[in-house]
C-alpha cells in the first residue's frame, strides 16, 4: 500500500531541501509515502505545484478515486446545491418529503469534530456549495449540531456539523448551552465517519490534538477517523505539515509506520522548541473525570494514558488543506463520494439542510454580532424574531429584536447614529438572500433585557 501526499504550493526552499531529497526548483512533484520510505514522481513545470493534499492509504481505493474524477470530467451530470425554503411549513414539508432515491443509491454519513474554531462550519458550507452555517473567528460560534445535505447522482452525503468539544468547566465559566456538551458526542455515535479537524495555523495547539478530542475517539474506535489540517494557507513554515502529521498521527496512518527523512534541517528548526501548552488545574481535573460526556465509558486509568498522549495511531487516512480552496474541498469530497456504502438515502435530493429557515436566521444574526461586536459582548444578547412576512414584490421582510444584558452593551449594538447595527442587518440580509434564494429586509432593533 502506499500513501500519497499532495499539497498546496510549496516554494520554501527549505521545505524543498528536506523533502524533494534534491529535487530542483524547476521541477514539479507528487509525493508518494510509503511505510519507510518516500520517492516523487516529478514534471516539467516551474514552481512545485502540488494537487490538493490527502494521504491515500490503498492503491485500489486511489484507483477508485481517479476513475471517479475521470467520469466528473466527462461530463457527468452535476446536482447544483439547493437553497433553504423560506417558508417554515414549506421547509418541514420537504424535510419530511420520501427520499428521491435512485437504484442502488449509496450513503455517507460525516460528524465532523474538533477544537472550537478548527473551521468545521467553513469545510461544511464549502462540500455543500452554500454558506448554511455560522462561521466567525471567535469561538462557539456553532452552538449546536446541525445537519447538511449534499447529494450528486446516486450518492448522498450527511454532513454532520457539531460545537467544537469543550467541557463542563468552560460550559459553567461562560454560560453556555447544554448543547455544546452533549451535541458532539452524540452526533459521533451516529456517524459512518469521523473526521477530525486541526487548525495548523495555530502554533500553540496545533502540536497535539484536543483532549476532548481524544476522549471522544477513543470511546469509538469502531467508527474509522481521518484527520484533516487545515488553515494550511495560513502556515509560513510549511516544512511543518510533516511534523505535525506525524505528531497527530504517532507516525501511524491506517496501521502503517511512516518515515520521512530530512536532509537539510533548516537552521531555525536547530533553535526551534515547540511548546505544549499545559492543561490549567481545573481543565486537567476535569479531563481525568471525563465530564464533557457523562456517559463516558473510559476509567480514570485510560484518562490519564490519553492525558499523556500527542495523537491518534489510529487514523485511516490523512489531509492536508484550506478549507476556503474549493479545489482541496473538492478532493476531501471525492473521497467522501468513494467511501460512501450502498443504503437508503435519509432525506430527499432538495434538501440541503434540517435548519428551520428561522434558525439560519438568528445563527447567521449571531455570526454577524461575533464579527463584529468585542471581546464578551456578542455572547450575551439574545434574539426574537418579531416578523417574518413576504413582502409586495416577492422580497421577504425580516424584523428582529436584539435583548442586552448591559446599557454600554447596547450602545455598542446600536453605534454612533445606528451605524453598527445597520451594517449587521445589512451584512446578515445578504447572507440570506443567499440561502433563500429572495430579497431580503432585515431590520434589527436593540432593547435592554430587565
Same mark, same amino acid.
Not at 84 to 110: C, F, G, I, T, Y
Not at 362 to 375: D, H, V
Given at each position: 500500500?502506499?500513501?500519497?501526499?499532495?499539497?498546496?504550493?510549496?516554494?520554501?526552499?527549505?521545505?524543498?531541501?528536506?523533502?524533494?531529497?534534491?529535487?530542483?526548483?524547476?521541477?514539479?512533484?507528487?509525493?508518494?509515502?510509503?511505510?519507510?520510505?518516500?520517492?516523487?514522481?516529478?514534471?516539467?513545470?516551474?514552481?512545485?505545484?502540488?494537487?490538493?493534499?490527502?494521504?491515500?492509504?490503498?492503491?485500489?481505493?486511489?484507483?477508485?478515486?481517479?476513475?471517479?474524477?475521470?467520469?466528473?470530467?466527462?461530463?457527468?451530470?452535476?446536482?447544483?446545491?439547493?437553497?433553504?425554503?423560506?417558508?417554515?411549513?414549506?421547509?418541514?414539508?420537504?424535510?419530511?418529503?420520501?427520499?428521491?432515491?435512485?437504484?442502488?443509491?449509496?450513503?455517507?454519513?460525516?460528524?465532523?469534530?474538533?477544537?472550537?474554531?478548527?473551521?468545521?462550519?467553513?469545510?461544511?458550507?464549502?462540500?455543500?456549495?452554500?454558506?448554511?452555517?455560522?462561521?466567525?473567528?471567535?469561538?462557539?460560534?456553532?452552538?449546536?449540531?446541525?445537519?447538511?445535505?449534499?447529494?450528486?447522482?446516486?450518492?448522498?452525503?450527511?454532513?454532520?456539523?457539531?460545537?467544537?468539544?469543550?467541557?463542563?468547566?468552560?460550559?459553567?465559566?461562560?454560560?453556555?448551552?447544554?448543547?455544546?456538551?452533549?451535541?458532539?458526542?452524540?452526533?459521533?455515535?451516529?456517524?459512518?465517519?469521523?473526521?477530525?479537524?486541526?487548525?495548523?495555523?495555530?502554533?500553540?495547539?496545533?502540536?497535539?490534538?484536543?483532549?476532548?478530542? !481524544? #476522549?471522544?475517539?477513543?470511546?469509538?474506535? +469502531? =467508527?474509522? /477517523?481521518? %484527520?484533516?489540517?487545515?488553515? @494550511?494557507?495560513? !502556515? #509560513?513554515?510549511?516544512?511543518?505539515?510533516? +511534523? =505535525?502529521? /506525524?505528531? %497527530?498521527?504517532?507516525?501511524? @496512518?491506517?496501521?502503517? #509506520?511512516?518515515?520521512?527523512?530530512?536532509?537539510?534541517?533548516?537552521?531555525?528548526?536547530?533553535?526551534?522548541?515547540?511548546?505544549?501548552?499545559?492543561?490549567?488545574?481545573?481543565?486537567?481535573?476535569?479531563?481525568?473525570?471525563?465530564?464533557?460526556?457523562?456517559?463516558?465509558?473510559?476509567?480514570?486509568?485510560?484518562?490519564?494514558?490519553?492525558?499523556?498522549?500527542?495523537?491518534?495511531?489510529?487514523?485511516?487516512?490523512?489531509?492536508?488543506?484550506?478549507?476556503?480552496?474549493?479545489?482541496?474541498?473538492?478532493?476531501?469530497?471525492?473521497?467522501?463520494?468513494?467511501?460512501?456504502?450502498?443504503?437508503?438515502?435519509?432525506?430527499?435530493?432538495?434538501?440541503?439542510?434540517?435548519?428551520?429557515?428561522?434558525?439560519?436566521?438568528?445563527?447567521?444574526?449571531?455570526?454577524?454580532?461575533?464579527?463584529?461586536?468585542?471581546?464578551?459582548?456578542?455572547?450575551?444578547?439574545?434574539?426574537?424574531?418579531?416578523?417574518?412576512?413576504?413582502?409586495?414584490?416577492?422580497?421577504?421582510?425580516?424584523?428582529?429584536?436584539?435583548?442586552?444584558?448591559?446599557?454600554?452593551?447596547?450602545?455598542?449594538?446600536?453605534?454612533?447614529?445606528?451605524?453598527?447595527?445597520?451594517?449587521?442587518?445589512?451584512?446578515?440580509?445578504?447572507?440570506?438572500?443567499?440561502?433563500?434564494?429572495?430579497?431580503?429586509?432585515?431590520?434589527?432593533?436593540?432593547?435592554?433585557?430587565?
Amino acid at each position: 500500500m502506499a500513501l500519497r501526499l499532495c499539497s498546496r504550493v510549496l516554494r520554501d526552499s527549505c521545505l524543498v531541501s528536506r523533502l524533494l531529497l534534491g529535487t530542483t526548483r524547476q521541477e514539479s512533484a507528487t509525493w508518494f509515502l510509503t511505510a519507510g520510505s518516500a520517492v516523487c514522481s516529478r514534471g516539467r513545470r516551474n514552481g512545485f505545484i502540488f494537487t490538493p493534499a490527502c494521504f491515500i492509504t490503498s492503491d485500489a481505493f486511489l484507483k477508485r478515486l481517479m476513475k471517479g474524477k475521470a467520469v466528473e470530467a466527462d461530463g457527468s451530470s452535476y446536482r447544483l446545491p439547493a437553497s433553504v425554503l423560506p417558508d417554515s411549513a414549506e421547509q418541514l414539508s420537504l424535510l419530511m418529503r420520501h427520499p428521491d432515491q435512485p437504484e442502488n443509491a449509496k450513503v455517507l454519513k460525516v460528524a465532523l469534530i474538533g477544537a472550537p474554531n478548527a473551521g468545521k462550519s467553513t469545510l461544511s458550507n464549502q462540500l455543500l456549495g452554500k454558506k448554511v452555517f455560522a462561521v466567525s473567528k471567535k469561538v462557539h460560534t456553532t452552538r449546536s449540531r446541525a445537519v447538511g445535505v449534499l447529494t450528486e447522482e446516486d450518492t448522498q452525503i450527511i454532513l454532520l456539523d457539531t460545537p467544537g468539544l469543550t467541557t463542563v468547566s468552560k460550559v459553567k465559566r461562560h454560560n453556555l448551552e447544554k448543547a455544546l456538551l452533549e451535541d458532539p458526542w452524540n452526533t459521533v455515535k451516529e456517524a459512518d465517519i469521523v473526521v477530525v479537524l486541526v487548525d495548523v495555523s495555530d502554533r500553540w495547539m496545533c502540536g497535539r490534538l484536543d483532549f476532548e478530542v !481524544l #476522549k471522544c475517539l477513543a470511546q469509538h474506535t +469502531d =467508527i474509522p /477517523a481521518i %484527520l484533516v489540517l487545515n488553515k @494550511v494557507d495560513l !502556515l #509560513k513554515t510549511k516544512d511543518r505539515l510533516l +511534523d =505535525i502529521t /506525524a505528531e %497527530l498521527t504517532c507516525g501511524v @496512518v491506517n496501521g502503517r #509506520k511512516l518515515r520521512v527523512r530530512t536532509v537539510i534541517k533548516p537552521p531555525k528548526a536547530e533553535k526551534r522548541s515547540e511548546r505544549q501548552p499545559e492543561p490549567s488545574p481545573d481543565e486537567d481535573t476535569a479531563g481525568l473525570e471525563g465530564d464533557a460526556d457523562p456517559s463516558s465509558a473510559l476509567s480514570r486509568e485510560q484518562l490519564k494514558a490519553l492525558r499523556s498522549q500527542q495523537g491518534w495511531a489510529h487514523f485511516k487516512d490523512v489531509f492536508m488543506l484550506s478549507s476556503l480552496d474549493k479545489e482541496d474541498v473538492d478532493t476531501l469530497k471525492n473521497y467522501f463520494m468513494v467511501a460512501a456504502k450502498p443504503g437508503s438515502w435519509q432525506y430527499h435530493s432538495e434538501v440541503l439542510t434540517d435548519q428551520t429557515p428561522e434558525q439560519i436566521c438568528t445563527n447567521t444574526i449571531r455570526e454577524k454580532l461575533l464579527e463584529n461586536l468585542p471581546q464578551e459582548v456578542p455572547y450575551s444578547i439574545t434574539q426574537s424574531i418579531e416578523l417574518w412576512d413576504d413582502g409586495e414584490n416577492g422580497e421577504l421582510d425580516i424584523s428582529v429584536k436584539l435583548y442586552t444584558k448591559k446599557d454600554t452593551h447596547m450602545g455598542m449594538v446600536i453605534g454612533p447614529g445606528g451605524q453598527m447595527v445597520g451594517r449587521i442587518a445589512q451584512e446578515a440580509g445578504e447572507d440570506l438572500s443567499r440561502v433563500f434564494l429572495r430579497d431580503v429586509r432585515l431590520k434589527l432593533t436593540a432593547k435592554l433585557k430587565v
